[in-house]
């Protein structure tokens, strides 16, 4: 800490010996003609054949390495398109801007005008004519060898972070794209986008728990919206028939390399679409979106191979549990059978569960992680599907899908139940079953009962995670590599 104080005073002392020179510290005059990767493109430096621009350029950027030779100097300089190098002669320049030049430091920001030129090893270089200081760096970053590792002070100090790892930089750009490619591929099936309420005066979503605060102008207390499924549904009532909806979800509940308080979701909803429709268009949609990104359909993530090449493997529940889990149908087909043999497991059943919850259960523990290329896994029980439409033929079970890749859930989605009668009873059944002993009870939103008995069209929808998505395309292993600012605790708190 006191080698950093020190460094922190140097800085500070430069800088009012260039305030002291006239110099301002913090300019916003420099206008940069070009980008440092339009003058000085990578395949520059790996064709020496590769023509250099004519004429005289003007680049700004962040300096991130020095090397001074007494009264030259060469610098590499950093914007958003990527670095390039600059070469500094005093007697170019003249004898008061190499002043202010001694008093630079790595970090600060310039712009520089001059002409390109290769160095006698090659190297495609902007020879400085002038230059100016544009923002003085008061704090030094990471040294070059060290760099900034310690993962708690990367997502902590996120700004740092895009300084000095250009790789993490990548990561972020792919995200935008990936969220740009999805938005094209809806717009182009004639999907519209919208947006719903983040704050809702109910507290539903499954058994999530959600954020309250408090209104108040209203006086009322209002929810951070666990999805915006309800919301996305009362569209298809009022006639839009093909909406979308990419936007933040916020869940109470704990951190881990999968989850974080607010992340962000696909939503997508189609009338008169069932989900084996939605299984082929997410299918084409990811695989389409793979090859874009990453220039083939066979991936890695996390040193494991994936093949996202459809058509992509489909269990039923009660057939993953069988053969990838090894129970024996007949325990699956009896109920008590199947909640006893989750009991064996170790699994906590509250009171009120059913057969269906025991699957799940079960399915979470033996078979989630085996599913490492994308697997559909259908036919989840009605039990733990309260929005989803019933089977034609069995009654138990849901039109339902969850998609899983590298052991973990990517997408859900199932033909949307229409009827309102069935979806009034089993919402209120679901909320006797967690009402009673929750910090916030959930309630059944019966407006948007209201809004089914006007009629809403058969229909399917499905949701994503546009943070897990990211994760997969760029072999990100934490869900906070893929989230610029993730949530930690406070610096003072840490243990």
Request: proline share 5%; glycine share 6%; aromatic share 8%.
């Amino acid at each position: 800490m006191d080698d950093l104080n020190q460094i922190l005073q140097q800085r500070r002392d430069k800088a009012k010996e260039m305030a002291d020179l006239g110099v301002d510290l913090y300019s916003n005059t420099f206008k940069p003609s070009h980008t440092i990767a339009e003058i000085l493109p990578p395949e520059a430096t790996a064709n020496q054949d590769f023509k250099l621009a004519t004429g005289e350029k003007k680049i700004a950027g962040r300096i991130m390495l020095m090397r001074n030779f007494g009264k030259a100097a060469f610098m590499t300089l950093q914007d958003s398109s990527g670095r390039g190098q600059v070469y500094l002669r005093k007697n170019d320049v003249g004898d008061e801007l190499f002043t202010v030049f001694e008093k630079l430091d790595i970090g600060d920001f310039i712009g520089c005008i001059g002409e390109l030129f290769r160095t006698k090893k090659g190297e495609p270089t902007l020879k400085i004519s002038s230059f100016q200081h544009i923002t003085k760096s008061l704090r030094p970053l990471p040294e070059k060898h060290q760099g900034l590792k310690d993962v708690e002070k990367r997502y902590r100090q996120r700004y740092v972070d895009l300084i000095v790892n250009p790789e993490v930089r990548e990561v972020f750009k792919t995200r935008g794209q990936i969220i740009r490619m999805v938005r094209e591929y809806l717009e182009e099936r004639n999907y519209m986008e919208v947006e719903t309420p983040m704050m809702h005066a109910i507290a539903g979503g499954a058994t999530a728990k959600p954020f309250q605060t408090h209104h108040n102008a209203l006086d009322m207390d209002l929810y951070l919206r666990i999805a915006p499924e309800l919301y996305l549904k009362r569209l298809l009532v009022g006639g839009f028939e093909r909406v979308f909806e990419i936007n933040r979800n916020f869940r109470n509940e704990g951190l881990s390399t999968r989850h974080n308080p607010e992340f962000t979701m696909l939503e997508f909803y189609q009338a008169y679409a069932t989900f084996e429709d939605l299984m082929e268009l997410t299918e084409d949609m990811i695989s389409t979106i793979c090859l874009k990104i990453n220039n083939s359909m066979v991936i890695e993530f996390e040193g494991q191979e994936v093949d996202l090449t459809p058509p992509w493997k489909r269990y039923t529940m009660d057939e993953a549990l069988v053969e990838l889990a090894g129970i024996k149908q007949d325990i699956l087909d009896n109920p008590d059978k199947i909640i006893a043999f989750a009991k064996e497991k170790h699994i906590e059943l509250e009171d009120k569960a059913g057969p269906g919850k025991a699957k799940m259960e079960l399915f979470d523990l033996l078979v989630e992680e085996k599913l490492i290329n994308p697997t559909y896994i259908t036919a989840y029980p009605t039990e733990v599907s309260p929005l989803a439409r019933r089977n034609d033929n069995d009654k138990t079970i849901t039109d339902r899908f969850e998609l899983f890749v590298t052991g973990r859930e990517l997408a859900n989605a199932f033909s949307e139940l229409n009827d309102p009668i069935d979806q009034k009873e089993r919402l209120e059944h679901q909320v006797i079953n967690r009402g009673n002993d929750e910090e916030i009870s959930p309630e059944v939103d019966y407006d948007f009962i209201r809004a089914l008995e006007y009629g809403m069209p058969p229909a399917a929808g499905e949701g994503i995670g546009i943070d897990r998505l990211t994760m997969l395309l760029t072999n990100s292993a934490s869900i906070r590599d893929v989230i610029l600012f993730p949530h930690l605790r406070p610096e003072s708190k840490q243990v």
